[in-house]
């Protein structure tokens, strides 16, 4: 099977260290072009690609016949736009969180998905990771009884004005940012969906730099009360627990695998010892690519599709709604 030649729109830091070395990495993929008109920037992707094409902008990227599929780690109010751009040139697109804005934006991509015979969805990456898919297998078979209650934290200190993140012009704040762990994680895990929400949201300069999230999820098996912070002006900090009648689940590093901590799962049921799962050095950017590229090749499942990232991109438009 021929490798996947991809291609990355804009050099961000992101991308420089994660992403692009992830799909230089994964299986079945290369890492083939780069647009910036920077060679600067160009060079720190030449570093571990040095085969590394690199076009002086987006469109120059897309029509590249070469490139087969596109990551697209732009400022978050980019990204309809480009997503819609690359499935026109015949691409498939790997789209940073979040795609959208607001979850209507999502409807046209869809179309857009469908009408291009591509594949295109959001980098979800946590949903690939085997401490996610070992925390909804546990919940899917009851192991803590009856869900009665999930909580996450997320949050890092990240005052400086300057950054991406701090921008209203860019989609900044902790909600797009890092709220779409805090909710697409219980979503996914307990297969669930929000019911009523209640939200306080504090901001800075336009944009949200804490929200605290409370209120109901409802799903297959029942409700449950969920609450969710995220901050960018807090201590760094994530954990996320669902809390049954008969046990919980903790995953203490669940969002920044290798980054915050190693990633780390325990069971904890009444009158039994802890279970623990500890993950050291699995990667899951390098596993989120070799997904895509099985899914594509092979027609493997893939965990996450726009129609997922919508219903995430809708619990953020009620988190908004919902402030008190």
Avoid at 95 to 104: F, G, N, Q, R
Avoid at 222 to 249: C, K, M, W
Avoid at 281 to 310: K, M, S
Wanted: one cysteine or more; charged letters at 25%.
């Amino acid at each position: 099977m021929d490798a996947m030649n991809w291609g990355i729109l804009g050099a961000a830091k992101f991308a420089r260290e994660h992403m692009g070395p992830a799909i230089h990495a994964a299986r079945g993929a290369r890492l083939a072009a780069l647009a910036t008109s920077s060679a600067e920037k160009a060079q720190p992707f030449k570093d571990f690609a040095p085969d590394l094409k690199v076009h002086d902008s987006y469109d120059a990227l897309l029509a590249d016949p070469e490139i087969e599929a596109v990551y697209i780690p732009l400022p978050n109010t980019l990204h309809v736009e480009w997503t819609k751009k690359a499935l026109a040139a015949g691409k498939h697109v790997l789209c940073e969180k979040p795609i959208a804005m607001e979850a209507s934006e999502i409807d046209g991509l869809i179309a857009a998905r469908d009408a291009s015979g591509k594949f295109a969805t959001e980098a979800y990456m946590i949903v690939h990771h085997p401490q996610w898919e070992l925390a909804r297998q546990w919940l899917d078979e009851g192991l803590i009884g009856e869900l009665r209650h999930a909580d996450v934290v997320f949050s890092f200190n990240n005052p400086d004005p300057t950054n991406i993140r701090n921008k209203p012009e860019t989609g900044g704040g902790s909600i797009p940012d890092i709220g779409v762990y805090a909710y697409s994680s219980v979503r996914f895990a307990a297969r669930a969906e929000p019911g009523e929400l209640r939200s306080v949201i504090q901001r800075e300069n336009g944009v949200d730099t804490y929200t605290h999230v409370t209120g109901e999820m409802l799903g297959a098996k029942g409700g449950f009360t969920y609450s969710a912070i995220t901050s960018t002006r807090l201590h760094p900090r994530q954990e996320v627990t669902f809390q049954g009648d008969a046990g919980l689940i903790r995953l203490s590093c669940p969002f920044n695998a290798n980054v915050f901590d190693q990633a780390e799962v325990t069971l904890s049921r009444t009158g039994e010892p802890d279970r623990v799962q500890r993950f050291p050095g699995v990667n899951q950017y390098v596993i989120q690519v070799e997904n895509y590229v099985r899914h594509i090749r092979e027609g493997a499942p893939y965990p996450w599709t726009l129609e997922d990232a919508r219903g995430t991109q809708a619990m953020i438009d009620k988190v908004r709604a919902s402030e008190l």
